[in-house]
């Protein structure tokens, strides 16, 4: 399952949130996001400085609006927390655990100038 490759898709009416097999299960292809019971998942990255976290809110920005679905972004100096849950529908779906591998590349892949 290479949730990077895929892309977000619009959830159409009647579209069910994620069970917590199926929250488990994609969780388990993701390091370090976790589950708090409130329909989110979130994860925390550390920055090397205040400009790196804002340059790395910024690439994320443009992978969100490309996939057309938006994270939840807490900048705490060097420390970026994502939130991502699918409002339309009320909890998570398979466009969360997309959105949080593209996350998740984009942290690696620029994580010399980041961290």
């Known amino acids: 399952m290479?949730?990077?490759?895929?892309?977000?898709?619009?959830?159409?009416?009647g579209t069910?949130?994620?069970t917590q097999s199926?929250?488990?299960?994609y969780l388990a292809s993701l390091s370090g996001w976790e589950f708090d019971q409130?329909?989110?998942i979130s994860k925390r990255?550390?920055?090397?400085?205040?400009?790196?976290a804002i340059e790395f809110v910024n690439t994320v920005s443009k992978i969100a609006e490309r996939e057309g679905h938006h994270?939840?972004?807490c900048i705490y100096y060097s420390t970026v927390k994502f939130e991502l849950f699918t409002h339309?529908?009320?909890g998570l779906s398979i466009n969360d655990f997309i959105m949080a591998?593209?996350?998740?590349?984009?942290?690696?892949?620029?994580?010399a100038s980041l961290s």
């Not at 290479?2 to 009416?13: A, F, I, N």
């Not at 199926?22 to 299960?25: A, D, F, G, N, Q």
């Open 2 to 13: 290479d949730l990077v490759q895929q892309r977000c898709k619009p959830c159409e009416g």
């Open 16 to 18: 069910k949130p994620f």
């Open 22 to 25: 199926e929250v488990e299960h």
């Open 38 to 40: 409130q329909k989110k």
């Open 45 to 52: 990255f550390k920055c090397k400085n205040f400009v790196r």
């Open 71 to 73: 994270p939840n972004i």
């Open 88 to 90: 339309a529908i009320g």
């Open 101 to 111: 591998a593209k996350i998740d590349q984009c942290f690696h892949k620029n994580s």
